[in-house]
């Protein structure tokens, strides 16, 4: 067999989970889609003695709009989300992001939690969160806290979560009207890890003038960045010069790492021009010039 | 220590209750407990599509889920897809359009064209090459795959 031995416990709530993780300590791991986890078991990579399969909770599974904010259960499944057509317009940057990650049948069992507590830095929803300034609700044995995406994300495969701590949700702020978006990546093939990647929001006011603009780079280094040049696009129509200018901006400001796929020139060149091409696209729907 | 876990689920119609060691995966509980062995095993790791099957219409990936997991479901495998007399209309179509040459990749595609049939018959040719881009054919046969579900997909004989 693959994996190395484990014992498979389904906790019927995520206090029990949270129970079950400070009596277990590290040797324990969530399992909730699995489509991250289970191939580092079958590497021998990963090997855990407890699995604590949330995948059956479904109270976990949930997506909720009120007036404040958007919430996503931690156990949504990616591919639901797909299918829901009014998820598109209620966060498009997110629905966006989708087809991008992995392929259908990985979708299929791909949770939202998952795959932001996995925390690859090479993954396009915590760049997203990131970048549209979302929290991550989790729950320990002390109850409830609220994490901002910009403090969640530490470093390679590492989060602010502690050892006995899970995810319960995600929240989203409501989607605003004058905000556009884009995501472009990089891979070597459809589905495949990003080399490098964008996702940014711009928002205007209206006469066209950008009031607010975030970008967050994937597949850059240990964690997902927010690039401090897309502020300049502020108080600027997003001409063709402030774009070229922000490009520049943002190769100079990523530091990006050389690995087997590419290397930093190459990273920190195409993040030049995926933040030029996001963000013209970003504020072209912004400004209800393209949908 | 060996744990194990009861599981009562159905496989291509056919309900199978089992006690499974709870490291064991769906496409090792297919092919090695149950022989169907038309699930096929490529890398192991979620890259390849090889050994997709449908688990409550859904298709995934049956090395990347635990048997011991999926109590209570509903498992398709290429076996379930033709009945007695006749090649599931996918099936037919793989034959006539030579959407196959060594066969291992076979099952997966076909099983992954099944879900997207199974959700629209309005499929383009580039919808179904993205659909089918978590399947890998290392013959590289796609186009006869991508033709065999078009005409599927025109038929609408699989809705």
Same mark, same amino acid.
């Given at each position: 067999m693959k994996p190395a031995p484990f014992h498979l416990e389904t906790p019927q709530s995520l206090e029990e989970c949270v129970a079950l993780l400070a009596e277990h300590g590290d040797e324990a791991k969530i399992l909730a889609g699995g489509q991250s986890l289970v191939p580092l078991m079958n590497l021998r990579l990963a090997q855990p003695s407890v699995l604590l399969d949330i995948?059956?909770?479904?109270?976990?599974n949930f997506v909720e709009e009120n007036e404040q904010s958007f919430r996503i259960g931690a156990i949504t499944r990616l591919r639901d989300l797909e299918r829901d057509a009014n998820f598109a317009k209620s966060q498009p940057l997110l629905a966006e992001a989708l087809p991008h990650i992995g392929h259908t049948q990985i979708r299929n069992r791909t949770t939202v939690g998952g795959s932001i507590a996995h925390?690859?830095?090479?993954?396009e929803l915590p760049a997203v969160l990131l970048a549209c300034g979302g929290t991550v609700k989790a729950v320990g044995p002390n109850g409830e806290r609220k994490i901002s995406a910009d403090n969640f994300f530490h470093s390679y495969f590492s989060t602010?979560?502690?050892?006995d701590e899970a995810i319960a949700e995600i929240e989203l702020p409501r989607w605003k009207p004058a905000c556009g978006w884009s995501i472009q990546e990089i891979s070597?093939?459809? !589905?495949?890890? %990003?080399l490098i990647g964008i996702a940014c929001c711009v928002t205007c006011d209206d006469e066209g003038v950008v009031t607010d603009a975030n970008a967050a780079f994937f597949g850059v280094g240990e964690a997902p960045h927010l690039v401090e040049?897309?502020?300049?696009?502020? !108080?600027?129509? %997003?001409d063709d010069e402030t774009l070229h200018q922000v490009a520049e901006a943002t190769a100079a400001e990523l530091d990006p790492p050389t690995d087997i796929h590419v290397s930093a020139e190459y990273r920190k060149h195409v993040g030049g021009v995926l933040a030029r091409r996001a963000l013209s696209i970003a504020y072209q729907r912004a400004t209800g010039n393209i949908t | 220590m060996t744990y194990t876990s009861s599981i009562g689920i159905r496989v291509n119609g056919e309900v199978v209750e089992r006690e499974v060691e709870?490291?064991?995966t769906l496409a090792d509980f297919l092919r090695n407990?149950?022989?169907?062995?038309?699930?096929h095993l490529g890398c192991?790791?979620?890259?390849?599509?090889?050994c997709t099957v449908l688990v409550d219409g859904s298709a995934i990936r049956s090395c990347l889920?635990?048997?011991?997991?999926?109590?209570?479901a509903e498992v398709t495998t290429v076996?379930?897809?033709?009945?007695e007399e006749d090649l599931h209309p996918l099936q037919s179509a793989f034959l006539r359009n030579d959407?196959?040459?060594?066969?291992?990749?076979t099952p997966g595609f076909l099983l992954t064209a099944a879900e997207i049939l199974s959700e629209t018959n309005d499929l383009d040719e580039g919808t179904i090459r993205e659909a089918i881009s978590g399947n890998i054919c290392r013959c590289t046969g796609y186009q006869g795959i991508i033709d065999a579900i078009v005409e599927v997909a025109r038929s609408g004989s699989e809705r």
């Open positions: 995948g059956g909770l479904k109270a976990l925390a690859d830095p090479a993954a602010d979560l502690e050892e070597r093939r459809h !589905g495949d890890f %990003a040049s897309a502020s300049s696009l502020v !108080g600027t129509k %997003a | 709870d490291r064991l407990e149950l022989r169907l062995t038309g699930t192991e790791q979620g890259s390849c599509g090889a889920t635990f048997a011991s997991q999926l109590n209570g076996e379930g897809l033709a009945s959407a196959l040459q060594c066969g291992f990749c």
